[in-house]
């Protein structure tokens, strides 16, 4: 079975440092993988996807991802944080034969000033 | 265009009650998804829709948990009776097809007391 692993639930950075979240992944086949979003009492917003066409993505504000196979990581990155980049992450990825999304736990990203 | 709705946004029960959860998904959207976000986790998918018809609801505990969407639009998943554990919040996602972005819904946070 198809599997992610967020590494740490909590993560600490300063306003305009590098923002860096892991996340490593267990398939048997080349996997989709996600990255997703959800800010206090919202719903999850689709940050980057991975669909193998490209080992690195760019995805919205500011975000990116690299595909990893031989680390089979998915690690998400962006350059400068910003205060409302304040938010949970999830990564996820995608199992081909049901179609459903299966999630990490979650990293908790807070932004100092 | 309009997103996914749901509704009530909060709900709060007393144990060996029952409660039932609204979904409408983005319009013409034809794959239909039910999650369990316990606090600290990922979501966790329950239930999906195809039109009007189940394609995966291994997750779904049957004993109390139901769903339905009758004419392949909305959508009810209904608990009964609750348990203190079924805290958490649903999150409604709905996608055009299988293959495609899911979109999410704001959620309904239920607390069972």
């Known amino acids: 079975a198809q599997s992610v692993t967020q590494l740490g639930s909590h993560v600490s950075v300063s306003e305009g440092a590098l923002v860096l979240l892991r996340c490593n992944y267990s398939s048997s086949v080349p996997p989709y993988l996600f990255w997703y979003v959800q800010y206090p009492n919202q719903g999850l917003q689709l940050l980057l996807k991975?669909?193998?066409?490209?080992?690195l993505v760019k995805g919205i504000n500011g975000f990116e991802a690299e595909f990893k196979k031989s680390e089979t990581s998915f690690h998400l990155t962006k350059p400068s944080a910003h205060m409302s980049d304040a938010a949970e992450y999830f990564c996820?990825?995608?199992?081909?034969?049901?179609?459903?999304?299966?999630f990490g736990s979650g990293t908790r990203l807070l932004v100092r000033p | 265009e309009a997103g996914v709705a749901q509704s009530p946004r909060y709900k709060i029960i007393e144990k060996r009650q029952s409660v039932a959860f609204w979904c409408n998904p983005i319009?013409?959207?034809?794959?239909l998804y039910w999650y369990q976000q316990i606090l600290g986790q990922g979501p966790k998918l329950l239930i999906q829709?195809?039109?009007?018809?189940?394609?995966?609801d291994s997750q779904l505990p049957k004993d109390r948990f139901s769903a339905e969407r009758l004419k392949g639009v909305d959508s009810t998943l209904k608990i009964q009776p609750a348990k203190l554990e079924d805290s958490a919040v649903y999150l409604c996602?709905?996608?055009?097809?299988?293959?495609?972005?899911?979109?999410f819904g704001q959620g309904t946070r239920l607390t069972v007391v």
């Open positions: 996820a990825v995608r199992e081909d034969s049901s179609y459903k999304l299966i």
């Open positions: 829709f195809q039109n009007n018809g189940v394609v995966d």
């Open positions: 996602a709905s996608s055009a097809d299988m293959n495609t972005e899911a979109f």
């Open positions: 319009s013409g959207h034809a794959t």
């Open positions: 991975y669909t193998s066409a490209a080992t």
